[in-house]
């Protein structure tokens, strides 16, 4: 409600259904669907995971029912979760990519719908644009984060330094935290809300030199850059220790 409120009206044909069930989403389509977007995991939602089983669920109804699967990995694409995909995590390959924010370094903006030919091709040269795509900037700075991908270290960084996050982060439940969720470099922290709500533990940690980002009033989302160090990891959480504590 807090995202949609107040911003209509909204393009139609779009059924909404429960994140993580994967019955909900079979039973939703029919003979009229053409897609289904979800992201495989939610980032604004809190960094929230969803059960085991679930995305290769989603893409056998997807492939049984020719209905084409839209993978969301503007946030937890890129190495960010351990893996290049989120997907990749169940070993599952939709059929379109969405790709952002890291796609551009972090500093450039640049978004990108990837595909194989057979879906991509519908759109013929000339019938969609946008003013600043194909930017010769942006672009140079996308093939470089591809190439950076293809050796696979910076998944296996976001890998090893996110069990180690993990780890610190499970030291803090019940001393002003509720409840984790991590998948790589990445983490949903709830607070307990006697310690007061996301944002003002995000303004605090700030104050210390530590950038998270609130969501949902007790949620603050950590997701470092994969070039972190075991050690700066270890100085965050103690910043975050200083700030439950009062
Ligand atoms: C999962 C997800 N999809 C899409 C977007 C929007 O991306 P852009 O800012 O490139 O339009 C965001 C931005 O926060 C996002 O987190």
């Keep these: 409600p807090q995202a949609r409120d107040g911003f209509g009206p909204y393009a139609g044909g779009f059924t909404m259904v429960p994140y993580g069930d994967a019955a909900a989403l079979e039973a939703a389509i029919d003979e009229n669907t053409a897609a289904v977007l979800i992201e495989p995991i ?28 839209v993978a969301d990995e503007i946030q937890s694409g890129l190495g960010r979760v351990g893996t290049t995909f989120a997907c990749d995590r169940e070993g599952v390959v939709p059929d379109l990519y969405l790709l952002g924010k890291a796609l551009g370094g972090g500093i450039i903006p640049l978004s990108a719908v990837v595909g194989d030919r057979d879906v991509l091709g519908v759109i013929h040269p000339g019938e969609h644009g946008s003013t600043f795509g194909g930017n010769p900037l942006a672009a140079a700075v996308g093939t470089t984060v591809v190439e950076m991908l293809a050796s696979g270290e910076f998944q296996q960084r976001a890998l090893a330094l996110g069990e ?3 780890a610190q982060l499970e030291s803090l439940l019940g001393s002003g935290v509720t409840a984790i969720r991590v998948a790589g470099l990445w983490a949903g922290v709830d607070i307990d809300p006697a310690v007061g709500t996301g944002r003002e533990v995000a303004e605090k940690l700030l104050a210390r030199g530590v950038l998270v980002k609130d969501t949902h009033g007790q949620t603050i989302r950590m997701a470092p850059p994969l070039v972190i160090r075991s050690t700066e990891i270890d100085w965050a959480i103690e910043q975050l220790k200083v700030v439950l504590a009062g």
């Design 42 to 69: 939610q980032g604004e939602g809190g960094v929230i995971i969803p059960p085991e089983g679930y995305l290769r669920a989603v893409r056998e109804a997807c492939t049984a029912n020719n209905v084409l699967f």
């Design 164 to 166: 180690h996050l993990q």
